[in-house]
């Protein structure tokens, strides 16, 4: 089975944008859980750089879901 739904035989574009976008903030919550484990055993500079990488990938799928909008999608 392809990771993506098609309409017509074509891969949807809508669908794609927003896989993605799922992705992203699937990501961004794991990010945020590593985060948070690695400041519960003390280890704050790991914990804060992971803590980062779930506001940028937050960030990230704000911006997907911004270009998806003003293109017309989603």
């Known amino acids: 089975?392809?990771?993506?739904?098609?309409?017509g035989g074509y891969v949807s574009e809508d669908d794609a944008i927003m896989q993605l976008i799922?992705?992203?903030r699937e990501a961004s919550e794991a990010a945020y859980r590593v985060s948070h484990i690695n400041k519960h055993y003390n280890n704050t500079v790991?914990?804060?750089g992971f803590r980062t990488m779930g506001?940028?990938?937050?960030?990230?799928?704000?911006?997907?879901l911004t270009f998806a909008t003003k293109?017309?999608?989603a």
């Open 1 to 7: 089975m392809l990771p993506f739904e098609t309409k």
């Open 22 to 24: 799922e992705k992203l």
């Open 46 to 48: 790991r914990g804060e």
């Open 55 to 64: 506001q940028n990938l937050e960030q990230m799928a704000k911006i997907a």
């Open 71 to 73: 293109a017309g999608h």
